[in-house]
């Protein structure tokens, strides 16, 4: 799909797309209605999902609109777990939206994206690791909801956050292992909700988050091999 409009908003929202990705944009799309569909008791949740699939799925292509849908994402989703006591994903929401300014300012300096030497990528990986284990400690002292997977959105977020912003392709391998476990988190939540283990949240919420991880997860994977190959620098290709 291309043009010649000068327009910026028509070339970030739809210039320069294959047409596997724009089904798998509308099969995400589809997912989070979906869910909402099925159990309709949380439209903020649906907000979340939508907007998360749109923020990441633009931010797979390199382009500063995404971080327009992340303002309305990370808003959302704030609310959603702090109704669900996942107090990281709480603190992690807050940082988010802080975020999203930051990324537009830096993604308008740097078009190129990057990549850590090897050893670095270690020291990052080491890092990750260490972090995690203090903040399971501290959510676990808090009495969050699984503190353990919780963690993960406490501080592998944050850095994976931080090498969205300054456009490090390691950031992507860092989002699969958050997506992945954040699945396996709100899960747990949705079938407590269920099974009536807590009261804690809605489960259309806990069920949109599930979804939103889910159609994260795959994109996290597509965009490693996007930003790798290059496709991603100068905005996706719109500039």
């Known amino acids: 799909m291309t043009t010649t409009s000068n327009n910026w908003l028509y070339n970030q929202?739809?210039?320069?797309?294959?047409?596997?990705?724009?089904f798998y944009v509308l099969c995400l799309l589809l997912v989070q209605i979906a869910v909402f569909i099925a159990v309709p008791d949380s439209t903020i949740g649906m907000i979340s999902g939508?907007?998360?699939?749109?923020?990441?799925?633009?931010?797979?292509?390199?382009?500063?609109?995404?971080?327009?849908?992340?303002?309305?994402?990370?808003?959302?989703?704030?609310?959603?777990?702090?109704?669900?006591?996942?107090y990281g994903s709480f603190a992690m929401g807050i940082v988010y939206v802080i975020?999203?300014?930051?990324?537009?300012?830096?993604?308008?300096?740097t078009q190129e994206t990057k990549s850590?030497?090897?050893?670095?990528?270690?020291?990052?990986?080491?890092i990750?690791?260490?972090?995690?284990?203090i903040g399971w400690f501290i959510l676990a002292q808090l009495?969050?909801?699984?503190?353990?997977?919780?963690?993960?959105?406490?501080?592998?977020?944050?850095?994976?956050?931080?090498?969205?912003?300054?456009?490090y392709n390691e950031n992507w391998s860092l989002w699969i292992f958050v997506n992945i476990a954040n699945i396996i988190y709100w899960s747990a939540l949705s079938i407590q909700t269920l099974t009536g283990d807590t009261t804690v949240g809605s489960l259309g919420a806990n069920l949109s988050?599930?979804?939103?991880?889910?159609?994260?997860?795959?994109?996290?994977?597509?965009?490693?091999?996007?930003?790798?190959?290059?496709?991603?620098?100068?905005?996706?290709?719109?500039?």
Request: with cysteine; proline share 2%; hydrophobic share 50%.
């Open 143 to 167: 009495g969050g909801q699984l503190p353990y997977f919780d963690s993960i959105n406490f501080v592998i977020s944050f850095i994976a956050q931080i090498l969205y912003i300054f456009k």
């Open 13 to 22: 929202l739809f210039t320069n797309w294959k047409a596997f990705e724009i």
């Open 50 to 86: 939508i907007c998360g699939v749109l923020c990441l799925v633009y931010g797979m292509k390199g382009r500063k609109i995404s971080f327009l849908f992340g303002v309305i994402q990370c808003i959302a989703m704030t609310y959603v777990a702090w109704i669900s006591q996942a």
């Open 116 to 126: 850590f030497a090897p050893g670095t990528r270690k020291k990052v990986c080491a």
């Open 99 to 109: 975020s999203q300014p930051i990324g537009w300012y830096l993604w308008g300096k």
């Open 209 to 239: 988050q599930v979804a939103l991880q889910a159609a994260l997860l795959f994109n996290s994977i597509y965009a490693t091999k996007v930003w790798s190959s290059g496709e991603a620098n100068n905005e996706g290709g719109t500039l």
């Open 128 to 133: 990750a690791i260490l972090a995690w284990t």
